[in-house]
């Protein structure tokens, strides 16, 4: 058994803004807003850089939940693969910045799935290690490959920028890791993907291909029914839903298709955009912080990734 045994978030200085939006793209306020659902969002600044987000995250966990930096065997960072820069080590950075000399540290690529995946392969190492803990680190630089000017890249107007750190370590920790399915559908797998412009790499998507929207609520459906047998649960036991903040449409048809009411989830669509696979960790320390958590809460996180890959990872909190 190991668990999560804290957690933090970090968020850039700068901003995203609609406004600013419609005038590089020509895309009407309005229909730009029907995708971000709020003015603006937390994104990297000029001059700010990822894996700085992610120290920052986890130097006010380490603070809060201080180790012997000798007993963190594990760093990964975990996101899309576009680091900082090319042919680089964030996980190695973090772990020099803050001391860790020990540990073994990598990156997980699975775009907004991969921390969930990184948690997953994290977990089950301290758990048959018997010992020391695990750092992972999740964070992306999402908004730096939208393109503004590119009315067809609308749909991802709303991707922002945070960063997020756990501390795994053995036995059940604040949060137990109790499962873990996650399947991907590579007949999605061109259906987004990266070009060059220039000194930065921007997403484009393919010709329109109906489904895609289905084909969520199918896998998360299917995912949490499995995840459930798994870990000997009902639908009704499930005291919250935790889902990545990409499309609200969706987010409120796989509750009605779960049959599962708002209350037990979280919506931040007010506050953020799509903060990369940050977003369920944000819902996480919100509930934390509104002391909205009772010990044996079974906690569901939906996470899903370009690709196209959909995660489902479900804890038990203690603290």
Not at 34 to 61: K, S, V
Not at 84 to 99: I, M, N, Q, T, Y
Not at 195 to 205: C, H, L, S, T
Request: with cysteine; glycine share 10%.
């Amino acid at each position: 058994m190991s668990g999560i045994a804290d957690l933090a978030v970090s968020y850039p200085r700068g901003r995203a803004d609609v406004r600013e939006m419609h005038a590089a793209s020509g895309v009407p306020v309005a229909d730009i807003l029907a995708i971000t659902h709020t003015e603006g969002f937390p994104a990297l600044a000029d001059g700010e850089q990822a894996w700085e987000l992610a120290l920052t995250a986890a130097r006010e966990l380490l603070g809060r939940h201080p180790v012997d930096v000798d007993e963190i065997r594990y760093v990964v960072v975990a996101g899309s693969g576009q680091w900082d820069r090319p042919f680089w080590s964030p996980a190695a950075k973090v772990a020099h910045e803050l001391g860790i000399r020990r540990a073994h540290c990598f990156e997980v690529t699975n775009f907004c799935n991969a921390g969930m995946a990184a948690l997953k392969i994290v977990a089950d190492r301290v758990e048959l290690d018997g010992g020391g803990y695990g750092l992972v680190l999740v964070g992306d630089r999402l908004s730096r490959m939208v393109d503004y000017t590119d009315p067809a890249s609308k749909a991802l107007f709303n991707f922002g920028d945070a960063a997020g750190a756990l501390l795994v370590e053995p036995g059940r920790g604040a949060f137990t890791v109790l499962h873990s399915e996650m399947r991907t559908d590579p007949s999605w797998s061109d259906y987004y993907a990266g070009e060059y412009r220039g000194d930065r790499v921007a997403i484009r998507r393919a010709a329109h291909r109906s489904g895609l929207a289905a084909a969520y609520v199918q896998n998360f459906t299917t995912l949490i029914g499995r995840t459930l047998d798994a870990v000997g649960a009902k639908l009704p036991d499930v005291a919250h839903l935790l889902i990545n903040q990409g499309d609200r449409d969706m987010h409120e048809r796989l509750l009605r298709e779960l049959d599962l009411p708002a209350e037990k989830s979280v919506f931040n669509y007010h506050r953020f955009g799509h903060m990369g696979g940050t977003d369920t960790l944000i819902a996480l320390q919100d509930l934390r912080e509104q002391r909205k958590l009772r010990p044996g809460d079974l906690i569901i996180l939906a996470t899903s990734a370009m690709g196209f890959s959909w995660g489902i990872t479900a804890l038990e909190y203690h603290e």
